[in-house]
């Protein structure tokens, strides 16, 4: 079985991608998949989609770089109250935009894992150029409660694990295949398969050899086969392995499944 654990078929190109891009990876055999929002104006487009298409999860959040509404700890829990929404985000932080204060991103962050706990769900992180203010607001909120991923990992052995120590998860994405991702994959090779997921970030971060192109859920096949040769073992062990840990970080997926 595979899943893609971190996709947004709402933000693909044309409006009636969704359902050929879902399609194309069903016919794949990617099985499951987890449509994050970046947005609460999305929020009944998302639902909508997911009650159409039950393997279809759902996530209720605001993007670090998010514009529109910034709901509060209680609404945002409020939101989520829905059998297809397995967690809140996608949430945290992305220094990359150079805008220098950081603080309202940070409250952001600290208010979604509030949501979390109130709903009783995990949460799924974003972190760009802030590996150390990411960890230092997971343990300061006691994230470890709630649990999620932190998707999209790109960083260092050092901070893969203080993230392991709290119990996150970490998803990998198409920048595993990148030619320069060099140091990353050698962070992967040691990192236990039992804590990872895989995902596209769908449209974007198409993996190797489809770089340039509107990334699809279909191609988180790439990612399963780079970590399959980085640590000797089949994709479909690969694949097997990562869907077990998605329904174990997502127990309303498992609930659902
Ligand atoms: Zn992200
Ligand atoms: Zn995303």
Not at 239 to 257: D, S
Request: proline share 5%.
């Amino acid at each position: 079985m595979i899943v893609d654990s971190h996709c947004h078929f709402h933000l693909l190109e044309r409006p009636d991608s969704a359902d050929a891009a879902l399609a194309e990876a069903q016919a794949a055999g990617v099985e499951y998949f987890c449509n994050v929002a970046v947005a609460i104006e999305e929020r009944e487009r998302l639902l909508a989609f997911s009650e159409r298409h039950p393997n279809v999860f759902t996530s209720i959040g605001v993007h670090p770089c998010g514009q529109g509404s910034d709901p509060s700890a209680q609404a945002l829990a409020a939101m989520a109250d829905h059998p297809q929404v397995i967690a809140i985000g996608e949430t945290g932080l992305d220094y990359g935009n150079g805008q220098g204060d950081y603080g309202w991103q940070q409250d952001r962050f600290r208010r979604h894992v509030d949501a979390a706990r109130l709903a009783g769900l995990p949460i799924i992180v974003h972190s760009r150029l802030a590996p150390a203010d990411t960890v230092a607001i997971l343990r300061e909120t006691n994230a470890q409660d709630v649990g999620g991923v932190i998707h999209c990992f790109v960083e260092d052995a050092k901070t893969a694990n203080a993230l392991l120590a709290l119990g996150f998860y970490l998803s990998l994405s198409g920048i595993l295949t990148f030619r320069n991702a060099e140091a990353l994959r050698e962070t992967v090779t040691e990192l236990p398969l039992e804590r990872l997921l895989v995902e596209t970030d769908c449209p974007y971060l198409a993996p190797v050899p489809h770089r340039g192109q509107e990334n699809r859920p279909g191609w988180v096949s790439e990612v399963i086969e780079c970590i399959a040769r980085l640590k000797g073992l089949s994709p479909e062990d690969v694949a097997e392995q990562t869907a077990n840990n998605f329904f174990h970080c997502f127990a309303r997926a498992q609930a659902r499944r």
